[in-house]
Nanobody
Framework: QVQLVESGGGLVQPGGSLRLSCAASGLAFAFYHMDMGWYRQAPGKQREMVATINTSGATNYVDSVKGRFAISRDNAKNTVSLQMNSLKPEDTAVYYC?????????WGQGTQVTVSS
């Protein structure tokens, strides 16, 4: 059974930092063969890609988080993380972890990030 367990969300003031983690188990492919990503969905908006990292470690970010967020993966621990710095109120959303390989794709349950004073 596939499990993607996200952690690290919460309430933070503008300018603060949070680190999200996603631990994967039960995948159909070895973790190091999977591309990974973090997505977010704010109320009333569509889900959007925040950051991705492929099997070679190449990363991609949505323009609004470039220079503030950093995605990383630990293949030995089957985890993918998102370090979020200089958080802004517009970063408030539910953040979802995704793993994929070709047509195979799995999502975590989401973790709430709220940026507010």
């Amino acid at each position: 059974q596939v499990q993607l367990v996200e952690s690290g969300g919460g309430l933070v003031q503008p300018g603060g930092s949070l680190r999200l983690s996603c631990a994967a188990s039960g995948l159909a492919f070895a973790f190091y063969h999977m591309d990974m990503g973090w997505y977010r969905q704010a109320p009333g908006k569509q889900r959007e890609m925040v950051a991705t990292i492929n099997t070679s470690g190449a990363t991609n970010y949505v323009d609004s988080v470039k220079g503030r967020f950093a995605i990383s993966r630990d293949n030995a621990k089957n985890t993918v993380s998102l370090q979020m710095n200089s958080l802004k109120p517009e970063d408030t959303a539910v953040y979802y972890c995704n793993v994929n390989r070709g047509t195979y794709s799995r999502w975590g349950q989401g973790t709430q990030v709220t940026v507010s004073s």
